[in-house]
T-cell receptor, first 116, second 117 residues
Framework: GAGVSQTPSNKVTEKGKYVELRCDPI?????LYWYRQSLGQGPEFLIY????????DSGLPNDRFFAVRPEGSVSTLKIQRTERGDSAVYLC??????????????FGPGTRLTVL | GESVGLHLPTLSVQEGDNSIINCAYS??????FIWYKQESGKGPQFIID?????DKRQGQRVTVLLNKTVKHLSLQIAATQPGDSAVYFC????????????????FGQGTILTVHP
């Protein structure tokens, strides 16, 4: 079946603009995760959802970042007043559940965000 | 100046050799560990995992070793192939006392593996 998909694959924006990044998880996966990966670094956790609710948003760097998952499937990561330091690859992952102890997270290809 | 983050550890091997990639993890409360492979332009891909109540686990051509005493993980790849060339990350996860996962993974910096034909 289809894996995790993310759109757009690339996004170039200007400093101060608003952007939305979309993630379509694997069908039936109740847990969805957002990570950010800067050049030469490992992915850094941002937020994860169990169903429609954000179970842990401790990784969001500040209040310019917000994510929603209104119907428990597709999720959108929203970044307001973008800054050059927001430039990174934004990765989305999904897993079948979170409640189980050892649930594999499947990653999408990421959205490369460049803030000029 | 250069970013420290660009200086990933690197490992170069010849095709057919065995590779060992090491990782030091940070949280003594972590009870689940995963190795991921990431090719250029793609998301991380699961390779193998290990629970904290184990010290070794084997898969196809891969073995993960866990040393909780020194908080160290290693990934061994047997008969390395050019298709194994990628960046390899270890990741750790914490569960609460009730056994429920906290969900989020904490990734290490990564190691670049290059396999020469």
């Amino acid at each position: 079946g289809a894996g995790v998909s993310q759109t757009p694959s690339n996004k170039v924006t200007e400093k101060g603009k608003y952007v939305e990044l979309r993630c379509d998880p694997i069908s039936g996966h109740t847990a969805l995760y957002w990570y950010r990966q800067s050049l030469g670094q490992g992915p850094e956790f941002l937020i994860y959802f169990q169903g429609t609710g954000a179970a842990d948003d401790s990784g969001l760097p500040n209040d310019r970042f917000f994510a929603v998952r209104p119907e428990g499937s597709v999720s959108t990561l929203k970044i307001q007043r973008t800054e050059r330091g927001d430039s990174a690859v934004y990765l989305c992952a999904s897993s079948l559940t979170v409640g189980g102890r050892y649930n594999e997270q499947f990653f999408g290809p990421g959205t490369r965000l460049t803030v000029l | 100046g250069e970013s420290v983050g660009l200086h990933l550890p690197t490992l170069s091997v010849q095709e057919g050799d065995n590779s060992i990639i090491n990782c030091a993890y940070s949280n003594s409360a972590s009870d689940y560990f995963i190795w991921y492979k990431q090719e250029s332009g793609k998301g991380p891909q699961f390779i193998i995992d290990i629970r904290s109540n184990m010290d070794k686990r084997q898969g196809q051509r891969v073995t993960v070793l866990l040393n909780k005493t020194v908080k160290h993980l290693s990934l061994q790849i047997a008969a390395t192939q050019p298709g194994d060339s990628a960046v390899y990350f270890c990741a750790e996860r914490v569960s609460n006392a009730g056994g429920t996962s906290y969900g989020k993974l904490t990734f290490g910096q990564g190691t670049i593996l290059t396999v020469h034909p």
